[in-house]
C-alpha cells in the first residue's frame, strides 16, 4: 500500500494548523487518511468491522499527538499516521491470538458435536505429528505454553525471527491440509 501523501498536499502545514487547533485542518486530516488507514487495517486484521474501529482510534491517536505537538517530523505525516494503523493492527492480531477461547465464544456459529470434533482432534494431532519435530516444537511452546518468540528462541537456540517463520509455515501448512468443518444453520433460512 503507498504510504505516501499525494501530490499537492503539505503535511507541515497540515500540522502546523492542526498544532494551532484549527477544527478544519483535523477534518482534513481525517478525510485524507481515513479511508487508506480503514483499507489497510482491513487488509491486516481481515476483520472489516475490527478495521473500522481501529481505523477511527488510529485517526484519534494521530489528532492527539499532533495537537500535542509529538509528530517529530511533520514532512512525514503519512508514515507517521500509518505507524500508528501498523501498530493497532499488530496489537489487535496479538490480542486475538493470545485469546483465542474468547474468539470462539464470541462466535456465532452452532456447536461442532461432540463426535465430530473428537474426530477433528485426532486428524489435527495426525497432522501435527507430520511436522517437522522443530516446527512441532515451536508450536507447542506457542499455542500450549504459551511462550513468546523470544523465550522460546533462547530455549530452541534459534533467533526470535526463525521462531516466527518456523510458527508461521507450520500454521499454514496445517491449514491447508485440514479440511475446513462444514456448519449448516440450524433453521432453514426464511
Given amino acids: 500500500m503507498n504510504t505516501q501523501a499525494p501530490a499537492g498536499f503539505d503535511p507541515v502545514r497540515l500540522c ?3 498544532l494551532n487547533a484549527d477544527r478544519n485542518a483535523e477534518h482534513e486530516l481525517a478525510e485524507r487518511f481515513l479511508p487508506r488507514v480503514r483499507t489497510l487495517l482491513a487488509v491486516r486484521t ?3 468491522d475490527a478495521a ?4 477511527q482510534e488510529c485517526i484519534l491517536a494521530a489528532l492527539c499527538a499532533l495537537r500535542d505537538g509529538k509528530a517529530r517530523n511533520p514532512e512525514a505525516l503519512a508514515g507517521f499516521v500509518f505507524g500508528i494503523a501498523r501498530n493497532l ?4 492480531i496479538r490480542r486475538r491470538y493470545k485469546n483465542p477461547a474468547e474468539q470462539l465464544s464470541n462466535s456465532h456459529d452452532r456447536p461442532v458435536p461432540e463426535s ?3 474426530s477433528r482432534v485426532s486428524e489435527l494431532r495426525d497432522e501435527i505429528g507430520r511436522l517437522d519435530p522443530l516446527d512441532r516444537e515451536v508450536l507447542t511452546l506457542t499455542l500450549v505454553d504459551g511462550m513468546e518468540p523470544a523465550e ?3 530455549s530452541l537456540g534459534i533467533s526470535p525471527e526463525a521462531v516466527r517463520q518456523r510458527k508461521s509455515r507450520a500454521v499454514k501448512r496445517l491449514s491447508t491440509r485440514l479440511k475446513p468443518v462444514s456448519r449448516k444453520p440450524l433453521a432453514a433460512p426464511l
Avoid: C, G, M, T
Avoid at 493492527?89 to 489487535?92: I, L, N, T, V, Y
Fill in 46 to 48: 481481515s476483520d472489516p
Fill in 16 to 18: 502546523a494548523r492542526i
Fill in 116 to 118: 465430530e470434533n473428537a
Fill in 52 to 55: 473500522e474501529e481501529l481505523a
Fill in 89 to 92: 493492527a499488530d496489537d489487535f
Fill in 152 to 154: 522460546i528462541a533462547r
